[in-house]
């Protein structure tokens, strides 16, 4: 997961809350210290990190000194958490919405940045995005600067069976780009990614190009791509970008692996532009749709109800009769075990794991801890686990496993349990939190189901 380790260390602070037997005003700035450290050991501004803890303290004070909230200790932990959750958002919402392609139309999207920011590769994988969602996809290549260029395209794009257009004898760039895009739109194509030049640095010569480009294609979205490990210097490019080339979107690269990229996201957001997508890795895949309440969530170990259903969508639309059956579950609070294997399982074989595997609520933070192998490993130990059920328990909602009282109230665990254990090769231990996992991904699932205008927005993407 991208900045796992901040993730971590947000966690950490908020679980101070839940640790402490009342939450007062030491404990809100004990938990507060954490939280800004870990915001700045991430190359999040100073100014911005100082903001929030200002935000943070003065709402929490206000909700917990207002009478409503004065007498139970549980709201006033969920008070507090919900606080800082909202400013977090707030840090990485640059409150504008992006454009988003139509079908039926043709969607121009002109791809800018300094060379190296992981252009070329972001355009190939931004045209598999777009294509298996349904939206017939292309790339120009107008990169006549870089030898190779056209090269890298063709092979990338050959490799994703995505159509291209370019030249190895034009050298003039706004002539490659208004040829290519004239022709794709002949031809129908909804997603048209026009990849321009890329310079080491910001020169003028670059900048115009850029706007001759731009008036020759007329792109409904131009984008530009940032390299996390710039960190909060991702504010000033942006800038200096902004002031030739009025990009409206913003995809952050190289997320991977750069634990500066919370300061990237940060200063992108202060901008006022929208993050898009975030490249989390090399291959054609890894292209993380970004949105700011999400992002939050997943990060600290929340799950993303809506992204884990928009990814199952694109798998499911190979087999539509399962995927209306798991909407219908959902919307009814119905998932079973069997249908949460499911899902680990096509999880595991989409890859990268932890990426999509952060998406599944109820998974616990330490899973993605150290390597993919690692959450390799611990995901199909899950998975022997729930081998090992029976029918029965497999399409149950957990409620199996435990033994009632008279007045129908869970008191232990039951022999089950240690059958499956032993079935498994695994301890009661790991039986019991699997359990516990699949409560919570159960409950989340069911708040989730309930909201109409999600379970609609999510159906329009079939
Ligand atoms: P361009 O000059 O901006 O077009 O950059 P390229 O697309 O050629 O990418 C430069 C290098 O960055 C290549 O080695 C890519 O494989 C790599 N790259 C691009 N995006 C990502 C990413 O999200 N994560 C990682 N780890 N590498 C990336």
């Not at 990060?299 to 928009?310: K, T």
Request: proline share 3%; with cysteine; net charge positive.
């Amino acid at each position: 997961m991208v900045l796992a380790d901040l993730g971590r260390k947000l966690n950490a602070a908020l679980a101070q809350l839940n640790a402490a037997p009342i939450v007062d005003e030491k404990v809100l700035d004990a938990m507060l210290k954490e939280i800004c450290a870990a915001l700045l050991e991430s190359d999040v501004n100073v100014k911005l990190v100082a903001s929030l803890r200002q935000k943070v303290k003065a709402k929490a004070k206000a909700a917990l000194e207002s009478d409503a909230n004065k007498s139970k200790e549980a709201n006033r932990r969920q008070i507090v958490q919900k606080v800082v959750f909202d400013e977090l958002v707030d840090l990485v919402d640059p409150g504008v919405e992006p454009y988003k392609p139509k079908k039926g139309q043709s969607n121009v999207i002109m791809a800018v940045g300094l060379q190296g920011n992981g252009k070329t590769t972001t355009c190939t994988k931004l045209a598999v995005y777009y294509q298996k969602r349904g939206f017939k996809s292309c790339i120009v290549c107008a990169d006549t600067f870089r030898a190779g260029a056209f090269d890298q395209t063709r092979q990338s794009a050959t490799k994703a069976k995505i159509a291209y257009f370019g030249s190895y004898t034009e050298t003039d760039p706004v002539s490659i780009a208004a040829q290519g895009v004239a022709k794709f739109k002949k031809e129908r194509f909804d997603v048209i990614i026009v990849d321009t030049s890329g310079r080491h640095k910001q020169e003028s010569e670059l900048f115009e190009e850029m706007v001759q480009i731009g008036e020759a294609v007329q792109p409904n979205m131009t984008i530009l791509v940032l390299d996390a490990s710039i960190g909060q210097a991702a504010e000033a490019q942006s800038r200096a970008f902004k002031e030739s080339a009025d990009f409206g979107a913003i995809i952050v690269t190289k997320m991977d692996g750069h634990a500066k990229g919370g300061g990237a996201i940060s200063a992108v957001a202060a901008t006022k532009t929208p993050i898009i997508f975030l490249g989390v890795g090399e291959h054609l895949a890894d292209l993380d749709r970004f949105a700011p309440q999400p992002f939050i969530s997943k990060l600290l170990g929340m799950g993303d109800v809506q992204g884990l259903m928009e990814h199952m969508q694109d798998v499911a639309a190979q087999n539509p009769d399962r995927q209306k059956e798991m909407v219908k579950k959902l919307e009814e609070g119905k998932l079973s075990i069997r249908d949460w294997k499911e899902q680990i399982q096509t999880v595991m074989n989409m890859g990268p794991m932890s990426k999509i595997a952060s998406m599944i609520p109820g998974l616990p933070q330490d899973l993605f801890a150290g390597s993919e192998e690692d959450t390799g490993k611990r995901m199909k130990r899950m998975i022997y686990i729930t081998d090992s059920m029976t029918a029965t328990e497999l399409d149950s909602d957990g409620s199996v496993f435990m033994e009632w009282d008279k007045d129908g109230k869970p008191v232990s665990l039951n022999w089950r349990v240690t059958r499956v254990a032993k079935g498994s090769g695994t301890s009661v231990r790991e039986v019991e939190e699997l359990l516990c996992q699949y409560r919570m991904m159960a409950n989340m699932a069911k708040q989730a189901g309930g909201k109409k205008g999600w379970l609609q927005q999510m159906q329009k993407l079939g």
